[in-house]
């Protein structure tokens, strides 16, 4: 594995585990609009993806349904849900090291970027990171592509040489590679590896020590 300078990061699944906050906020979603609760299964496949298109994609709501279910969803989310959350083991040594070696380390995150600096800050992993960005509340920036060269641009980089992305789902790899970046798929986190190497992935992590080897030796 190749020397990286920058390294984003995805953040639910892969610096966090957010699941239990994020599937009891889909819960309430669901209840507040009186939609049949979707199986375990289904759930699971919130973790991840833009939230609008998840409840479009896996509920099968119109526009204005999935609009008013993301609605309902951050009624619970920012108050109770986003601590519904623990940083996985390892990943503040790795972020405090990452940044002793000198390297630049960025948030790319399809979290609403109000709530991933909350996240980050709550957990005291802000202080690792240079840049923390995120989606937009007004659903205007969720794609994953979007996100990593917003990113790039708020960190003022043109020159993509040294820069991995490091992420757990399809969407991290598949934005990554839009953006002309390898992605490091985080095995340990909501995806599988054979979806992370089927999306691309230049290289996978069963666990955070692995992903510390790939990036620092």
Not at 19 to 37: D, F, H, Q, T, W
Not at 120 to 129: K, P
Not at 151 to 179: C, S, Y
Request: net charge negative; with cysteine; aromatic share 8%.
């Amino acid at each position: 594995m190749r020397n990286y300078d920058v390294i984003l990061f995805d953040l639910d699944g892969t610096l966090t585990d957010s699941a239990p906050g994020i599937l009891n906020s889909v819960r309430y979603a669901c209840r507040k609009l009186g939609l049949e609760m979707p199986a375990e299964a289904t759930l699971r496949k919130f973790l991840g993806p833009p939230l609008i298109e998840s409840f479009r994609t896996l509920l099968g709501l119109s526009d204005a349904d999935a609009n008013r279910a993301v609605s309902a969803f951050r009624e619970y989310f920012p108050e109770t849900g986003i601590f519904e959350n623990e940083v996985y083991p390892g990943v503040p040594a790795l972020l405090a090291d990452l940044k002793a070696a000198g390297k630049t380390v960025i948030l790319a995150t399809s979290k609403p970027e109000a709530f991933a600096k909350r996240i980050m800050e709550h957990f005291d992993l802000a202080q690792h990171c240079d840049f923390i960005c995120g989606a937009t509340l007004d659903e205007t920036r969720t794609d994953k592509a979007e996100v990593i060269a917003y990113a790039l641009e708020t960190a003022g980089i043109t020159d993509k040489t040294g820069i991995v992305m490091v992420g757990d789902r399809e969407h991290d790899v598949l934005g990554a590679k839009k953006n002309g970046l390898p992605c490091i798929g985080a095995v340990y986190g909501y995806g599988t590896a054979g979806e992370l190497t089927n999306a691309g992935a230049a290289a996978l992590a069963d666990t955070v020590d692995e992903l510390h080897k790939l990036l620092l030796g």
